[in-house]
């Protein structure tokens, strides 16, 4: 379990990076994967990027080992990064070799809210443009506040279109502290809020964790997506979901990694809408492309995006993943029907899709909320 691995680090003054928000229920053999990334992705990056070596299972049995524990090689090709977020459909990983950093030692902690999505995104484009580098800088929009409302800090302007929740990690405490309180004189929202402790800093930080959380006690159904377009393109992202809704009559939220793009619109429906859903998600994965984005961030592709691989990457490497898939895996057992584009995604599908889960008082299906 991914927050295992990290809570063992801990112990010894060192953690694991790549924190998704499913990471007390997701395996460290998922989020390779898939190449999870997490809210800390920002600063720290994704798990491709602590993954240095790997134990691999080939189709035809044949156990190949792959990096290790060196810092640099520059000796062949870079088989290992092949097999990370290849979706289980190269190779089985049997042992991964992750790479740890040291713990920081201070955190600093600051809600800041806007009165429009598009105020919030040009903040985070400001901040990064002024050389901030914050270890999370997580998005809420209007629908997903009214979700989460109760975690709020009491008196924050109900009125606000979208919440920023940024943190700044170090172990100088008085450079991690001044850090966080200039980001947020950039940042220049309508409302803001700085943790002067731990327990305010893990208050804040409730109304995000508590997302997932909330939308299982939901008597609707639910469906997580995973998109990713530049951060000077999110308000128009989050606009265009919340015109979506508008059309659809879909309940669709969004929060996400707005410090690098990466958003998770979530469909909420009843049984009886669900013949919507999948129509919803393909306008979403469309207007992500369109924006210069891509259609999976951290989930992989699975049986739902497939249809959509060649139109992020085009009919060329489509063809080079394809000839590389049939190298590897040429009788196709290895998680089949996965990545490349067979026969339109429809609602048969809705029970692969990442993030759905049906009736949500239930156990769900699949661990990886990915939320």
Same mark, same amino acid.
């Given at each position: 379990?991914?927050?295992?691995?990290?809570?063992?680090?801990?112990?010894?003054?060192?953690?694991?990076?790549?924190?998704?928000?499913?990471?007390?229920?997701?395996?460290?053999?998922?989020?390779?994967?898939?190449?999870?990334?997490?809210?800390?992705?920002?600063?720290?990056?994704?798990?491709?990027?602590?993954?240095?070596?790997?134990?691999?299972?080939?189709?035809?049995?044949?156990?190949?080992?792959?990096?290790?524990?060196?810092? %640099?090689?520059?000796?062949?090709?870079?088989?290992?990064?092949?097999?990370?977020?290849?979706?289980?459909?190269?190779?089985?990983?049997?042992?991964?070799?992750?790479?740890?950093?040291?713990?920081?030692?201070?955190?600093?902690?600051?809600?800041?809210?806007?009165?429009?999505?598009?105020?919030?995104?040009?903040?985070?484009?400001?901040?990064?443009?002024?050389?901030?580098?914050?270890?999370?800088?997580?998005?809420?929009?209007?629908?997903?506040?009214?979700?989460?409302?109760? %975690?709020?800090?009491?008196?924050?302007?109900?009125?606000?279109?979208?919440?920023?929740?940024?943190?700044?990690?170090?172990?100088?405490?008085?450079?991690?502290?001044?850090?966080?309180?200039?980001?947020?004189?950039?940042?220049?929202?309508?409302?803001?809020?700085?943790?002067?402790?731990?327990?305010?800093?893990? %208050?804040?930080?409730?109304?995000?964790?508590?997302?997932?959380?909330?939308?299982?006690?939901?008597?609707?159904?639910?469906?997580?997506?995973?998109?990713?377009?530049?951060?000077?393109?999110?308000?128009?992202?989050?606009?265009?979901?919340?015109?979506?809704?508008?059309?659809?009559?879909?309940?669709?939220?969004?929060?996400?990694?707005?410090?690098?793009?990466?958003?998770?619109?979530?469909?909420?429906?009843?049984?009886?809408?669900?013949?919507?859903?999948?129509?919803?998600?393909?306008?979403?994965?469309?207007?992500?492309?369109?924006?210069?984005?891509?259609?999976?961030?951290?989930?992989?592709?699975?049986?739902? %995006?497939?249809?959509?691989?060649?139109?992020?990457?085009?009919?060329?490497?489509?063809?080079?993943?394809?000839?590389?898939?049939?190298?590897?895996?040429?009788?196709?057992?290895?998680?089949?029907?996965?990545?490349?584009?067979?026969?339109?995604?429809?609602?048969?599908?809705?029970?692969?899709?990442?993030?759905?889960?049906?009736?949500?008082?239930?156990?769900?299906?699949?661990?990886?909320?990915?939320?």
């Amino acid at each position: 379990i991914t927050a295992s691995l990290d809570r063992a680090a801990n112990e010894h003054g060192l953690m694991y990076p790549p924190d998704p928000a499913s990471l007390e229920m997701s395996t460290i053999g998922g989020n390779v994967a898939c190449n999870s990334g997490g809210m800390r992705c920002v600063k720290y990056g994704v798990t491709a990027d602590y993954v240095t070596g790997a134990t691999v299972v080939l189709a035809d049995g044949r156990v190949m080992r792959l990096g290790g524990k060196l810092r %640099k090689r520059a000796s062949g090709y870079r088989l290992l990064q092949l097999f990370v977020g290849s979706e289980g459909t190269l190779g089985i990983i049997t042992e991964v070799i992750v790479k740890l950093v040291p713990l920081p030692r201070f955190r600093a902690t600051a809600m800041v809210g806007f009165a429009t999505v598009e105020e919030a995104g040009a903040a985070v484009s400001r901040s990064l443009a002024a050389g901030h580098f914050p270890t999370a800088i997580e998005i809420l929009d209007r629908g997903s506040l009214e979700l989460v409302r109760d %975690k709020l800090p009491p008196g924050f302007e109900p009125t606000l279109q979208a919440v920023l929740i940024v943190e700044q990690d170090g172990n100088d405490e008085e450079f991690v502290r001044l850090d966080l309180m200039r980001m947020v004189e950039v940042l220049d929202g309508a409302d803001n809020r700085i943790a002067q402790s731990s327990l305010e800093r893990d %208050k804040l930080w409730d109304a995000r964790r508590s997302y997932g959380k909330v939308l299982m006690a939901m008597p609707k159904n639910f469906f997580a997506e995973d998109v990713a377009v530049p951060i000077a393109e999110m308000p128009e992202m989050i606009r265009r979901v919340q015109e979506l809704a508008r059309q659809t009559g879909l309940r669709i939220v969004t929060v996400g990694h707005a410090g690098d793009g990466n958003l998770h619109p979530t469909i909420l429906f009843t049984d009886e809408q669900r013949h919507l859903v999948s129509h919803a998600a393909a306008q979403i994965f469309r207007d992500a492309l369109s924006l210069g984005g891509s259609v999976s961030a951290e989930h992989g592709l699975g049986a739902l %995006k497939r249809d959509f691989a060649e139109q992020e990457h085009g009919p060329i490497a489509i063809e080079l993943m394809r000839k590389m898939k049939a190298v590897l895996d040429p009788d196709g057992i290895l998680n089949p029907h996965k990545i490349f584009p067979e026969q339109p995604a429809t609602d048969e599908f809705l029970n692969a899709m990442p993030g759905w889960m049906p009736n949500p008082n239930r156990r769900p299906r699949r661990a990886e909320l990915g939320l």
